[in-house]
């Protein structure tokens, strides 16, 4: 059964830091492209960052550069979202996301993405 679970979640105060994980069961990430979004309540799902299979192209929503760095390690199969100086408007469930994408390539968009995550609740509060 192939699978995306997601971990790490948890509540933070603003400023502080959180690490996602996505592990993936059932498949090898090898030449997945994996893309991580989020949705705050009563939004739209949005997109934060992504990671090409070779780990040399990542791409990032603008409101992620600086703050957020996406990673991955395929021989663990997973791929990790590091996220820094954390605000109240980050709060939002993070999903992780797959495709395949043997050329490299990686997109923002999520109607390449086929695999989905259940999604960690990420809560930043004081």
């Known amino acids: 059964q192939v699978q995306l679970v997601e971990s790490g979640g948890g509540l933070v105060q603003p400023g502080g830091s959180l690490r996602l994980s996505c592990a993936a069961s059932g498949f090898r990430l090898d030449y997945f492209a994996i893309g991580w979004f989020r949705q705050a309540p009563g939004k739209e799902r949005e997109f934060v960052a992504a990671?090409?299979?070779?780990?040399?192209?990542?791409i990032y929503a603008e409101f992620a550069k600086g703050r957020f760095t996406v990673s991955r390690d395929n021989a663990k199969n997973t791929v990790d979202l590091q996220m820094n100086s954390l605000q109240p408007e980050d709060t939002a469930v993070y999903s992780c996301?797959?495709?395949?994408?043997?050329?490299?390539?990686?997109?923002?968009?999520?109607?390449?993405?086929?695999?989905w995550g259940q999604g960690t609740r990420v809560t930043v509060s004081a």
């Open positions: 990671v090409g299979w070779s780990a040399g192209k990542t």
């Open positions: 996301a797959a495709y395949l994408s043997i050329a490299g390539q990686v997109h923002a968009d999520r109607s390449y993405y086929d695999y």
